[in-house]
């Protein structure tokens, strides 16, 4: 048994902190054990400390309630299930179907890389997600490595709905405030400019970019650099993608309108994922093409 602090603690009456499974900057998720059923859950602590101003603290919890929401709204298998809601102590707790193995991100750290055909599978079923959150209205806008879990059975999920975006709520971030991790970030919400599913899709290259290359094509020192690359820098045409290369280039486009489909997408991972291995070398790819010298679309616009 952990020795983390919260350990053993029951919330909600009913839900027993057993060990934490993570953390980030919204909150801790916990894994848990239901007295009620015998069965363990995973349960999303809120993320506040004693500097936060009342305003801030009303405004965490709200976001907490708007990821259960925006989770519930979505029926599909490779999306984590919310179970409930609970209250302790004014504080709202997620508690949520536990997914027994390892982030997408976890295995990148051990591995490395992993094959195309291997990230295509892992991708099949992100893109269902994606595409049920859209049609249900939803946004994720986080789409990452660290927010794809791998369950031991074989099936991959998608979490942390913590940064969605749901059709008909007002946004809870001030204007000209980034959420997100800057590396996934598409170019037009790092510009401020209104995102749409498309932007999704953009994350989603940047995975796949980063399962078969290791790394994501727009990682720089600082946040300011990276972001600025995200905007105005082409990526290197990835070396170890093979048949993924085609598509990870369409999703990487800096225009929206100029992304894949979800239907061409799922056809093109498909054919991936379905090919035999892959060989010791790919074949070279040669230069992309320079950039014609029109004035780049980012300038084109404005402040």
Known sequence: MTTDAGSGRLIGGRYRLCERLG?????????????????????KEPRVTDTLTQRERETAY?????????????????????QEVV??????WIVMEYVHGRSLADLLEIEGTIPPQEAARIAMPVVGALDAAHRAGVLHRDVKPGNVLLGTDGRVVLSDFGMAMVEGERPLTESGTILGSPEYLAPERALWRPAGPESDL??????????VE?????????????????????PQIPRRAGPLIPLIMRLLSKEPAERPSVRHIEQALRAVAAAGPMPAEPP????????????????????
Do not use: C, Y
């Open 23 to 43: 953390h980030g900057g919204m909150g801790t998720v916990w894994l848990a054990h239901d007295e009620a059923t015998g069965r363990d859950v995973a349960v």
């Open 62 to 82: 709200l976001r907490m309630r708007r990821e259960a929401r925006a989770a519930s709204r979505i029926r599909h298998p490779a999306v984590v299930a919310i």
């Open 87 to 92: 209250v302790e102590l004014g504080r709202p």
């Open 202 to 211: 953009w994350s989603l290259g940047v995975l796949l970019f980063e399962a």
């Open 214 to 234: 290791g790394r994501s094509p727009f990682r720089r020192r600082t946040t300011l650099s990276t972001l600025q690359a995200v905007v105005s820098d082409f």
């Open 284 to 303: 070279s790819v040669p230069p992309p093409a320079r950039p014609n010298r029109r004035r780049p679309w980012w300038r084109s616009t404005p402040p």
